[in-house]
């Protein structure tokens, strides 16, 4: 798709190669020529505000959960069970509201799949939690505070011989695998071998193929009503690659909270240095994940980073440094990272305001933060998103949303570099309520 000669490309060149792979996207069949207009119009307004422009109009790019379940009148389980009824539910709703942005349907995630494997990181709408609920995450301890160095020394094989057979019940028996670099001469091949051969591993393999057969097809699914949507409606994805910072890596992920908590006082150093470690890690994530949807987007929530979590000490030394360094690398490969800015960062604003960032080359989106003090650390520097409270489309009325959004506009868009989003993940609201927070982004959104 790119050109034999990209490791030699700058990095705003491979920028506007991935934006011009955006705009044309070769498995996407638009319905006429209208429809694909709208489509790189939306794609070129999202383009103009990430790069601090004004254009035609302020983007409104919602951040949806299960709310078009919900809306179409089926369980959050129905969706991540029943294919059809998924794509029923998800192609109403953006025929209803039209959005800016797609609300990938993929997002409901598989729950066959989970099932199969027998997840036990998250439970989920019917396993765990109420059917019209969404999925949680349960936090424990899956990295033990004295495998640190196991981690440093080889994450992909720690991954597969340690943390997946703790999250995966099926996958218990890989525990007994050795390490792939232990096949480095033919007299030590047969030993490695060996383990492969035990029943138990084996039943895991055969497993591990039911829930890859039980990912196609869901994939395949959600992929072709997605697909669908952009072609008829031209409302592309804003979401193509995802990633994370190594510090809710490490304390979502491995420690949990408790555990990384108490190691920033415990063993400071061993978690500095897998924090270093994790970089590359997370930069490849998102670069392997852009590339698989030919969308320069890359979304990346902020969990642990909040003023209410760490310290400004704390944030400095051990959150910022990893997630900067994630940033860089993404965008030095010509990628946008989307970043969700989760809960308040009203004591950090002055972090991601870094002159180390190249300036229009980032989406920082809010939730609880003071937009007007967004306005005076950003503007001019990064676009930033958001923060219609996500309650208010619930318990608020459709004026009260239409005079939110007004006020917002006016108080920090006036110079472009904005897009109207929500402050979190929309699993629930009144659809008139939501439909005013469309109606009045389009209608007080246009530059003039």
Avoid at 8 to 16: D, N, Q, R, V
Avoid at 67 to 86: H, N, R, S, V
Avoid at 376 to 387: D, I, P
């Amino acid at each position: 798709m790119f050109p034999e000669s990209w490791q030699k490309l700058s990095a705003h060149e491979k920028y506007e190669e991935r934006f011009k792979a955006w705009i044309s996207p070769p498995n996407v069949r638009f319905a006429n020529p209208e429809v694909e207009k709208s489509f790189k119009q939306r794609v070129q307004r999202i383009k103009d505000v990430v790069e601090l422009k004004k254009p035609d109009r302020i983007p409104v790019c919602p951040n949806i959960g299960f709310f078009p379940a919900k809306y179409a009148g089926i369980t959050a389980q129905e969706a991540m069970y029943d294919y059809q009824k998924l794509g029923a539910a998800w192609k109403k709703y953006h025929q209803d509201f039209l959005p800016d942005s797609l609300a990938s349907c993929m997002l409901a995630t598989p729950g066959k799949v989970f099932e199969i494997l027998d997840y036990r990181l998250y439970r989920w709408p019917g396993r765990g939690t109420p059917p019209d609920t969404p999925y949680q995450c349960v936090e424990a301890e899956y990295m033990r505070e004295d495998e640190y160095d196991a981690l440093i020394r080889d994450p992909s094989a720690y991954w597969m011989r340690v943390y997946l057979p703790r999250v995966f019940g099926a996958l218990e028996a890989w525990g007994l695998l050795p390490p792939f670099t232990d096949v480095v001469e033919m007299p030590f091949t047969g030993a490695f071998m060996v383990p492969i051969g035990m029943p138990q591993v084996q039943r895991s393999f055969e497993v591990l193929l039911e829930a890859g057969r039980a990912a196609v097809e869901w994939v395949q699914a959600a992929g072709a009503v997605d697909a669908e949507i952009m072609g008829t409606l031209g409302v592309p994805s804003v979401l193509g690659g995802f990633s994370k910072a190594p510090f809710d890596t490490l304390g979502d992920t491995l420690r949990g909270t408790r555990g990384i908590m108490l190691d920033i006082y415990r063993r400071p150093g061993k978690l500095l240095e897998a924090l270093e470690r994790l970089v590359p890690v997370m930069v490849e994530l998102g670069v392997r994940t852009a590339a698989m949807s030919g969308n320069p987007m890359v979304f990346i929530p902020l969990h642990k980073g909040a003023d209410g979590f760490l310290s400004r000490e704390n944030f400095s030394r051990f959150y910022w440094p990893t997630l900067k360094a994630v940033l860089l690398g993404l965008i030095d490969e010509g990628l946008v990272p989307w970043v969700f800015v989760e809960g308040s960062y009203n004591q950090r604003l002055d972090f991601l305001a870094d002159r180390d960032l190249p300036p229009g080359r980032i989406v920082w989106m809010f939730d609880q933060t003071d937009m007007v003090r967004v306005k005076e650390m950003l503007g001019g520097v990064a676009c930033f998103a958001g923060n219609v409270p996500v309650t208010m489309l619930k318990a608020g009325t459709p004026e009260e949303v239409r005079r939110y959004v007004r006020d917002l506009i006016e108080k920090v868009a006036q110079d472009g570099g904005f897009i109207l989003a929500t402050g979190g993940v929309v699993d629930d609201a009144e659809p008139e309520s939501f439909r005013a927070m469309i109606e009045a982004g389009k209608e007080y959104g246009v530059y003039r």
